[in-house]
């Protein structure tokens, strides 16, 4: 398991603990509402058979996004996993599924996942987890020595396009680690090694931004740059089958701001 440090009294307590270790570059941090185990979305689900039907479905997605003319242009292979984490929308009968692990490298961005939620209930325990970059690197690369496999890396940042516009992921200052076969989800007891998860009390309504207003939705959630503009339309036509004039109406609702996506 995880070794958890003390439990703080709250979310701000955390970060000034973090800040005050000076954790350095070599950290990246995720936070949670709840104290989950970390896992990717894909091996949350225990079943094979639907573990294997939802990797199916995004496969299919991934495809789909290289086969989309308008879209090819910006994709490269990385990016096709970072996209199926975030960019399914309300109209989706189901949640893709991944095996990547979102992180940041800003404690307080992580703080802000951690605190954001109207399901939040005083007295639960959130928690921050913190991670050596280098010395899971090291470790994810003894595994593969002694089980004679090679991987290549245990983390990516995706090469983004240029666009117009803010990217979510560069304002997050996201990466994501990799969770092959579970390697993550399925190691619990590596993570004394490696990392410590911060637990602390929530307060429901209390949030990251009362106590640093720069870590804001705003910030988290920018205005769509061109290329998630038209990823988001290309999605809504793809599940929900709208003819031409549909979509030119629902292009127009995108571009001012009427229809939004997280």
Not at 90 to 109: G, Y
Not at 197 to 213: C, E, L, M, N, S
Request: glycine share 6%; with cysteine.
């Amino acid at each position: 398991m995880f070794e958890d440090a003390e439990s703080y009294t709250d979310i701000c307590e955390l970060v000034d603990h973090c800040k005050a270790m000076k954790l350095g570059d070599d950290y990246i941090f995720r936070g949670m509402r709840i104290k989950w185990p970390l896992s990717s979305t894909l091996f949350r689900f225990e079943d094979e058979k639907q573990r294997s039907d939802i990797w199916d479905e995004t496969l299919r997605f991934c495809q789909w996004i290289k086969d989309n003319p308008s879209l090819k242009p910006f994709i490269k292979d990385e990016l096709l996993f970072a996209i199926a984490q975030h960019y399914y929308s309300q109209f989706f009968t189901f949640n893709l599924a991944t095996d990547v692990i979102d992180f940041t490298r800003d404690v307080k961005i992580a703080a802000f996942f951690a605190t954001t939620s109207d399901k939040i209930t005083t007295g639960d325990e959130g928690v921050v987890y913190a991670v050596s970059k280098s010395e899971f690197e090291k470790y994810f690369e003894e595994v593969g020595k002694l089980s004679g496999t090679s991987t290549p890396g245990a983390f990516f940042e995706p090469d983004l396009p240029k666009v117009s516009g803010s990217w979510r992921l560069e304002n997050q200052k996201g990466l994501f680690m990799k969770d092959y076969g579970g390697f993550v989800s399925r190691r619990h007891s590596i993570w004394g090694i490696i990392g410590t998860r911060f637990v602390f009390k929530q307060t429901a309504g209390v949030t990251i931004t009362d106590y640093f207003p720069e870590i804001n939705e705003q910030l988290i959630y920018p205005t769509l740059n061109n290329f998630e503009r038209c990823l988001s339309i290309s999605i809504i036509t793809l599940i929900s089958g709208m003819t031409v004039e549909h979509e030119s109406c629902l292009r127009s609702s995108v571009l001012r701001g009427a229809i939004t996506f997280r």
